[in-house]
């Protein structure tokens, strides 16, 4: 035989002792009767994927006991980790590409086709107030912590990809570091103006009869001259809350999880955080890009609700009509509270 | 070149703890921290092991593919190390390695964990070989004195081999040959299971 021959059959042998051995460490701890087989050298066949199978089944089984202090240092092997691998390299850094890039590419047709949205009767030039300066706080607040947030976390994910090779690899590790600090800090300011948002604008943000009608109309975006009437906050403005309050929520428990690492939970947990995090963050800056692209470029006259906190009369008319009758009517029952009028000025 | 593998008999293994304690004192490592541990299984029952474990320095290491500082490179011998410089603590390579090798300095403090330690196959990290700089966060190279890993060469049983895959395999095989059974190299298939091209690859890979 010559030395090639001789080394392959090393290998195999090896192969077939370790594949053995799977099979009696599965024999083993399934009935506790491993010696008897260990003994014997001569079980059937089985291979190294038999017994990743298993452990995945019952990560548990493959700790010990160790000697010092770190108990979690006992689990000896974790095949979990090739998946948590597979899952954040693979499908959600996919799946953030297709959102991101399908929401911005969706975008730029809308806009091509239908172009930015005027205030079809014009303005008025009497302003209304659409959000008081606390409720505009609470928005730039969220706002601002999630943009720094977002891209942080983008950054972590993508980073390596995009970013280092334009770098140097200090200054993107530096970079890194600052951003994760960011991340963990500012995640507070984002829990405050969601947990604000919430008190904010829940009792506005439950569906009513309009909101059918208003989804029924598309919302209005794809004809000119269509404004189906909505209250302070159409089925769009309800539907993007909802997005907001449950995949933040999520996301911030998540969140916190990882910043305090196996503090509430194990690994699986700390990897299956990870990736709800990872996935749910994906999501929201997808549905907050289209948000930005609504209140700035996409509407005349709409970036002005968290502007100034006024909105042109004719504006809200077009998009709020409830919500404007329902004010009026209100000021019109206490005549102390006129709207600031502009055009009185 | 050698491309340098551990393996441990776990038929041999007599968890003294010899491995472990040679690791921290030679390379003075921090309080908290285990670059190697022996985890015993099956502890007073028939069909108890103990094996010694520590990074294996796979051939497709995990670490290197999640770290998103990319910080971690692989030596021409098949050694993962990785640059405390550039390391955010962030904690990806301890959520992807099979086998619980990454370790940090602190345990939360906002996440910040500090700069990741691992077992470095004695063979330090980027800065120059044997520098104070390179003592002070990977401790001492041994492979550049052309000594071979501490743990391994001080193991009274000679349970854990370290050194060229190919050699200590050999060394196994005889044993295994010779004593008629043997509990399988403990996690080989994990770590070296992917093709051969890669494991040599010199340099930083991307």
Known sequence: MTLMTLR????????????????????????????????????????DATLLKYLQAHPGDVSGRVSIPDAKSGLLIQPEGRNWRELRNGAVSILGYVLILGIIVVLAIFYLVRGRIRVESGFS?????????????THWLTAGSFIVLGLSGLNMLYGRRLLLPIMSPDSFAAMTHYGKLAHNFLSFAFVLGLLLMIVLWVHRNFPDRADMAWLRA?????????????TKFNAGQKILFWLVVLCGILISISGYVLMFPFSVTNMPGMQTAQAVH??????????????IYNGTLGMEGAFDAMGTGE??????????????????SRTDAAPGAVPRAGAAE | MARMK??????????????????????????????????TINDGKPGEKSISMACMHCTDAPCMAVCPVDCFYRTEDGVVLHSKDLCIGCGYCFYACPFGAPQYP?????GSRGKMDKCTFCSGGPEAD???????????????EGKLPLCAEMCSTKSLLAGDGDIIAQIYEERVAKRGYGSGAWGWSTAYKTGQSAETAPGKSG
């Open chain 1, 8 to 47: 392959r059959h090393a290998r195999l042998r090896l192969l077939q002792i370790a594949a053995a051995f799977a099979l009696v460490v599965l024999a083993g701890l399934l009935l506790a009767s491993a010696p008897a087989y260990a003994e014997t050298g001569k079980p059937a066949a089985a291979d």
């Open chain 1, 125 to 137: 030039g009497r302003r209304i107030v659409r959000f008081d300066s606390l409720e505009r706080f």
């Open chain 1, 218 to 230: 598309g919302g209005g975006m794809f004809s000119k001259g269509k404004h189906p009437p909505a």
């Open chain 1, 278 to 291: 990872a996935i749910l963050a994906l999501v929201l800056i997808a549905v907050i890009i289209a948000h």
């Open chain 1, 311 to 328: 909105v042109d009369l004719n504006w809200a008319k077009e998009h709020h009509s409830l919500w404007v009758a329902e004010t009026q």
């Open chain 2, 6 to 39: 551990f393996l441990c008999d776990a038929e041999r293994c007599i968890e003294c703890n010899a491995c472990v304690t040679a690791c921290k004192n030679e390379h003075e490592v921090p309080w908290g921290i285990n670059r190697r541990r022996v985890v």
């Open chain 2, 106 to 110: 602190q345990v939360g403090n906002f």
């Open chain 2, 130 to 144: 044997n520098s104070p700089a390179e003592f002070e966060k990977y401790g001492t190279n041994r492979l550049a």
